[in-house]
């Protein structure tokens, strides 16, 4: 039943949430907003935009900024964040993630990336993944951002299959959100208390390939 696996980037193929953080941080500083990594959390999966404007609620500075000025203060986050990824290696890659892309790979599963991050291109360049994704998302080109299901829906359609024959993964809860609205199977990468809406949860990226592989297989006989 299952032909294809969808997934999220950020916590799930590589952890650039660090760099997000460490990002924001520097932003949120500049105009005197104290944010922490418990913060942090709840930016996950949410779009640069909406994670400014996030941060600006949480100082009481929503109405502070106009359009303009908050372009400025996103561009000065990425310009950061892209130093940041400067580092980015083929070992940032998760546990288990590029074993799970090979086997996926050689049992002709379609595979598509759907990340929020409009780096999300660069990124898998750096870690060499190309050959792996059929796809990557554009993040622009859907209407709303994860909670939202479109991102998932508009990957399973760029691979040509059926929301019905795709897996998707996913750390964060406002992602397992996005595939559990698409239609999709989701695998919850993180803690059980966050993630109890995915259909299985795993704790970390490690058991991956056999936890697709007994699901796809589960599928078969059900
Ligand atoms: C990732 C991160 C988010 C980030 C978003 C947008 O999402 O989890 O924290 O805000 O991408 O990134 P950028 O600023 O690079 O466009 P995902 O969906 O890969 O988990
Ligand atoms: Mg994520």
Redesign the pocket.
Known sequence: KFKGVIF?????VTD??EY?FIAWKDLADRIGIDIDIEFNET??????GE?LERILVKGNKQNDYTQEEKDKLLKI??DY?LTLLEKLTPKDVMDNIHDTLEYLKENNFKVAL???????PLIINKLELNEFFDIIVD?TSVKAG?PSPDIFIEGARLIGLEVNECLGVE??EA?VTSINDANMYSIGIGSELNLKHANIVIPSTSALKNTIISVVESSLIE
């Open positions: 999220d980037l950020d916590g799930v650039t949430a997000h930016l996950k999966g949410i779009s640069r994670s986050k990425n964040y759907a990340s929020a991050s409009k780096n999300a993040p994860k750390d964060s992602g």
